[in-house]
């Protein structure tokens, strides 16, 4: 997509990051449903390594919910989670997840 712009004004910036942001959004296809309440990417930290990496705001909310699944006992969660990481974040999976 192409968007030529003479004289951007604020309001139009606004749609511009708006748009960016949507189609950043749907490249990667959520494992289940969960909130994304991040904008911005994320430092986590394994408690056990002390290791830590960034996290997209998608990531942030897959790995909350695979902790959060982990506790309950929800294990179907874990699983499609822990796979849709080790495909989109290789990197962060092995040291947040392995």
Known sequence: MKIKVDMPTEELN???KKLIQDA???KRELPFECK???KE???VHNHLS???CMLEPDAIAVYDS???AELIGEYDIVRKGV???RKHFPKEYMILLD
């Open 50 to 52: 002390g290791r830590s």
């Open 14 to 16: 606004q749609e511009i």
């Open 83 to 85: 796979t849709w990481f």
């Open 24 to 26: 950043w959004e749907q």
């Open 36 to 38: 994304i309440f991040d």
């Open 41 to 43: 990417p994320v430092e």
């Open 66 to 68: 695979i902790k959060g």
